[in-house]
């Protein structure tokens, strides 16, 4: 099957990704869809550098995937919850009794459902450039009180994962980074997901931009490996489908413990549309998903599951956030 007849069936997707290079919205995308396990389409749009003309290739180009990060996170926890090493519902302190004492005290599941209290960036701490280890790190926040009771409110952030990630060095005994390695993304073949090292990025044929009115700069430089779990690995569009197959036939995990976290949280019986590491919801046709969307700096990504459908989307984009949400939203419904 030629690259024609692979993307016959989708010309108006294909159209308006197209629009979005032509009208320089965008530097470069690559986008791959899976329908039952089939890879249906997968096409890169744009410039992967600019300056050097490299064209993005969607089985090759990596990009900062953001917060697309913490389903990958959320798939090495639910293996530490299924292999015994942590608690959902057990005190954060059970794992890091070194953590400041808070007014009140607060679980893992409430941390991975973003109902724990714990605050948001502030200022440019999204945009660090400082080489942090994961426990180093905790000196940017620790010290500052919660901002509400846990698990009456909901606050999304990525300290709640770098928290989660420091609990899980310390009762493995080994690197976050080793820990999903081995058990996440080696054995889902996911070859091109990894933390961003300098030489990885000198090797990446992709540059992370940002969009201003004189058109698109390099990104400014940053550090984002003590924030792994919820905003620093790089990746493919084709491994990310990997990660989404095996939320619809997992191997890694029992599918009672997938369950829980792919189930949204309630605060006063009413939902937060996050389960544990995992955006769940429905589109605008009712259609139930659970994924992911990522803004960080140099890159932007949608990552989508749709059970019922049995397709996986995901889209990458090396651009701080262009702005271009509802035009993705519509190219990617005409995969339906």
Known sequence: MDSKDKFKDFPRADAIFQSLIYEDKVPGLAICVSKDENICFNKGYGLGNIERRIPIDPTKSIFRIASVSKPIAAMSLAYA?????????????????????????????????????????????????????????????????????????????????????????????????????????????????????????????????????????????VNNRFKLAGGGYLSTVTDLIKLGQETLNPSLVSKEILNVFLKSQTINKKPTYYGLGWQVSMDKNKRRYFGHQGNGVGGYSNFFVYPDENMVIAVLINCTDPKVQSILDKAIMEFF
């Open 81 to 221: 919850v299924q292999e015994g090493l942590i608690d959902l519902d057990a005190s954060f302190y059970d794992y890091v009794p070194y953590f400041p004492e808070k007014k009140h005290d607060f679980t893992i599941k409430q941390l991975a459902g973003h109902t724990a209290g714990i605050r948001a960036y502030k200022g440019k701490e999204y945009a660090l450039n400082e080489p942090f280890g994961i426990k180093d790190s905790l000196a940017l926040f620790q010290n500052d009180p919660l901002l509400f009771v846990p698990g009456t409110s909901y606050l999304y952030n990525s300290y709640d994962w770098v928290m989660i990630s420091l609990a899980i060095q310390e009762v493995t005994g080994i690197s976050f980074e080793d820990f999903v390695k081995q058990n996440v993304l080696d054995p889902l073949k996911m070859k091109q997901t990894f933390p961003e090292y300098v030489d990885a990025i000198n090797k990446n044929e992709v540059t992370f931009y940002t969009k201003k009115k004189s058109g698109f700069t390099k990104a400014t430089p």
